[in-house]
T-cell receptor
Framework: NAGVTQTPKFQVLKTGQSMTLQCAQD?????MYWYRQDPGMGLRLIYY???????DKGEVPNGYNVSRLNKREFSLRLESAAPSQTSVYFC??????????????FGQGTRLTVV | GENVEQHPSTLSVQEGDSAVIKCTYS??????FPWYKQELGKGPQLIID?????GEKKDQRIAVTLNKTAKHFSLHITETQPEDSAVYFC?????????????FGTGTRLLVSP
């Protein structure tokens, strides 16, 4: 009964380093999302995947790439980390219904610090 | 596009008091307004929502009100308890769109002191 699992939970990177944040869900959901959360700015969508094989940009995609590896997994990659990418990152998943809004379930987050 | 403003950014109350968090939205097409609670070290979790065809919804100690004319909605927590301490987010969207269209407020940190 894990829901949405993110790894790692904490990470410190040096400027210019790369890393991949992993996300997996066990609810058989078709849609998955990556958000970043910064103080005073709420949650902002980075990328999402409406279904396996598709990805689309969200509000703040610059500096990130994503891969929908399969239906369960959706990874977020920082190719060259910058201090501005210091944030808490959340993955979420949902099962969309045509013409209807459906809620998503969030992982516990990855706290990333870029020094 | 939609813009959601949330106030206050921090709120401190004594146990047993009521707490009110307010949000305004800009897009008149929005008709779905969820509230999320984020406890320390966890992801946001939906606690209550309201759709624009109703003005108020209650769930035990939590209630949401919506004023569609003024484009604002509020979260009311009565008889607050220390376990209510968390960050609360409001959001707005349209029920005909996907979750990716949800626009979040900036969050309110609620601290309930015993």
């Amino acid at each position: 009964n894990a829901g949405v699992t993110q790894t790692p939970k904490f990470q410190v990177l040096k400027t210019g380093q790369s890393m991949t944040l992993q996300c997996a869900q066990d609810m058989n959901h078709n849609s998955m999302y990556w958000y970043r959360q910064d103080p005073g700015m709420g949650l902002r969508l980075i990328y999402y995947s409406a279904s396996e094989g598709t990805t689309d940009k969200g509000e703040v995609p610059n500096g990130y790439n994503v891969s929908r590896l399969n239906k369960r997994e959706f990874s977020l990659r920082l190719e060259s980390a910058a201090p501005s990418q210091t944030s808490v990152y959340f993955c979420a998943s949902s099962e969309p219904r045509a013409g209807r809004f459906t809620e998503a379930f969030f992982g516990q987050g990855t706290r990333l610090t870029v020094v | 596009g939609e813009n959601v403003e949330q106030h206050p950014s921090t709120l401190s109350v004594q146990e047993g008091d009521s707490a009110v968090i307010k949000c305004t939205y800009s897009d008149s097409a929005s008709n779905y307004f969820p509230w999320y609670k984020q406890e320390l070290g966890k992801g946001p979790q939906l606690i209550i929502d309201i759709r624009s065809n109703v003005g108020e919804k209650k769930d035990q100690r939590i209630a949401v009100t919506l004023n569609k004319t003024a484009k604002h909605f509020s979260l009311h927590i009565t008889e607050t308890q220390p376990e209510d301490s968390a960050v609360y987010f409001c959001a707005a969207s349209n029920t005909g769109t996907g979750f990716q269209k949800l626009v979040f407020g900036t969050g309110t940190r609620l601290l309930v002191s015993p």
